[in-house]
């Protein structure tokens, strides 16, 4: 039986191979890897606890909040804060950034993480695969002064590092930090992660579209040209619609399998659904570097340059030929 590779040690074999690489990061991975652990306890126990439901809050998009966004977002801050490494965080539940100004209240903090705590949190009553997903960025105001929100507004090209945990019939915590993308997965006997997907590629085609044909008559003419040819009778098709309405999930079967995710923009929602810097920027970081491409239907997704925390974009990512293909609608 060949040797397991816990987290842990593969963060301390790889850290040599970051170019900032003072441990610091590694500790950072290390908080985010621990409060995926607490989560993934609460969320295997929705069913059984009254922690499933809404609190009756609606968090800064509008959308019910359900009890584990809270507790999610409550842990992976906490798990940053105590760490002092991170001097600021944006958050998919909270309207504006928050400030770490370190222990010491130092700001010596060189890292800022932006995340979503619980994508696809609406499917947890109905016990369907939710995802925690987190990009990180070197600040870029001096350390020693407070964050600001130019920290947070840097393209997807200067993440640092980037993953998710997806919490589905295994769990599993998938990151990057620019050198390939490795899979983890929890054993539950021993709580530990363990490396079960080393340096995943992406196939450069595949049989499977991801999108919510709910949406179809908003679609542009480019997407809907598409679809179509995707459920065209010849060669290698129809392909296979596969929607679960958690991103997380549905990226991570196309990233093993090949395949497509598309979010477009639509007549309802101009920029699309899905947020630039928590939800597309890290999943494009993890895409490119599993050799994959992701695309906002003209640009790439880490050429753009954001303008404010929560903003929305159009999202195709995955198989670089399908990418390409959907991209050859739009011309
Ligand atoms: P719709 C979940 O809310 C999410 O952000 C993604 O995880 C998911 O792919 C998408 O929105 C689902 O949105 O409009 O298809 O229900």
């Excluded at 093993?256 to 920027?281: Q, S, T, V």
């Excluded at 906002?296 to 404010?308: T, Y």
Aim: charged share 20%.
């Amino acid at each position: 039986m060949e040797k397991l590779t816990t987290l842990g040690e593969f963060i301390i074999e790889n850290q040599s191979s970051f170019p900032y690489s003072t441990g610091e990061l590694s500790k950072l991975l290390n908080g985010l890897r621990l409060a995926g652990k607490m989560v993934n306890h609460e969320v295997n126990k929705a069913g059984l606890v009254d922690i499933i439901g809404g609190v009756g809050d609606v968090n800064v998009q509008g959308e019910n909040q359900q009890k584990l966004d809270v507790f999610a977002n409550d842990k992976f801050i906490q798990a940053i804060k105590n760490r002092d490494i991170a001097c600021g965080i944006v958050s998919e539940e909270l309207e504006d950034f928050i400030a770490l100004p370190g222990s010491d209240a130092s700001n010596n903090g060189k890292y800022v993480v932006l995340m979503d705590p619980l994508d696809g949190s609406s499917n947890i009553d109905v016990n369907v695969s939710v995802g925690t997903i987190f990009s990180i960025y070197r600040r870029l105001t001096p350390k020693g002064t407070p964050v600001e929100l130019k920290d947070f507004l840097q393209p997807g090209s200067a993440q640092v590092a980037a993953g998710y945990i997806v919490y589905g019939t295994s769990t599993m915590l998938v990151y990057t930090t620019g050198n390939g993308v490795n899979g983890f997965t929890i054993n539950p006997a021993t709580g530990s992660y363990y490396l079960s997907h080393a340096n995943i590629q992406i196939p450069e085609t595949g049989s499977i579209y991801s999108v919510n044909l709910g949406n179809y008559v908003h679609f542009p003419e480019g997407v809907k040209n598409y679809i179509k040819y995707c459920q065209k009778d010849e060669n290698d098709r129809p392909y296979s619609l596969r929607y679960i309405g958690s991103m997380v999930s549905d990226f991570h079967r196309n990233m093993l399998k090949g395949g497509i995710y598309m979010y477009p923009f639509d007549a309802k929602n101009k920029n699309g659904k899905l947020r630039l810097l928590y939800e597309a920027n890290p999943i494009a970081f993890l895409t490119e570097q599993a050799g994959g491409k992701a695309t906002d239907g003209s640009k790439r997704i880490m050429d753009i340059v954001p303008s404010e925390i929560h903003q929305r974009i159009p999202f195709f990512c995955g198989s670089v030929k399908m990418v390409e293909k959907l991209e050859s609608f739009f011309e």
